[in-house]
């Protein structure tokens, strides 16, 4: 059964970068068909599709970060990085990393059978 677990640190300065790891246990990142993304969800607000890696190692992200996010994967240890650089206070949330199979739209936040259990990030001088 594969299970996701979010890292990093709960708390970053206005205009850091905040960079969480997703570790993938009972599976792995480059079992087809599988894509790999980070949501997140801000306080009083819905989900939000941020990004993903797909199993080839591809990347996609959502256009309103773009400028911002970058995903990354390290193969070895099973884990894939987001990183965010900029931030404000708005992206305060909990982020999510969660694994979609192919074939779903990736914002079909619904179609995603395997979510970690969350991460605070509180951005905040």
């Known amino acids: 059964q594969v299970q996701l677990q979010e890292s990093g640190p709960g708390l970053v300065k206005p205009s850091q970068t905040l960079s969480l790891t997703c570790t993938v246990s009972?599976?792995?990142?480059?079992?087809?068909?599988?894509?790999w993304s980070w949501i997140r969800q801000p306080p009083g607000k819905g989900l939000e599709w941020m990004g993903a890696?797909?199993?080839?190692?591809?990347?996609y992200y959502s256009p309103s970060l773009e400028s911002r996010a970058s995903i990354s994967r390290d193969t070895f240890k099973n884990q894939f990085t987001l990183q965010l650089k900029s931030v404000t206070p708005e992206d305060t949330a909990v982020y999510y990393c969660?694994?979609?199979?192919?074939?779903?739209?990736?914002?079909?936040?619904?179609?995603?059978?395997?979510w970690g259990q969350g991460t605070q990030v509180t951005v905040s001088s």
């Open positions: 969660a694994r979609l199979e192919e074939g779903y739209d990736l914002t079909s936040l619904d179609e995603y059978d395997t």
């Open positions: 009972g599976g792995s990142l480059t079992t087809i068909p599988y894509y």
């Open positions: 890696i797909a199993y080839s190692g591809s990347t």
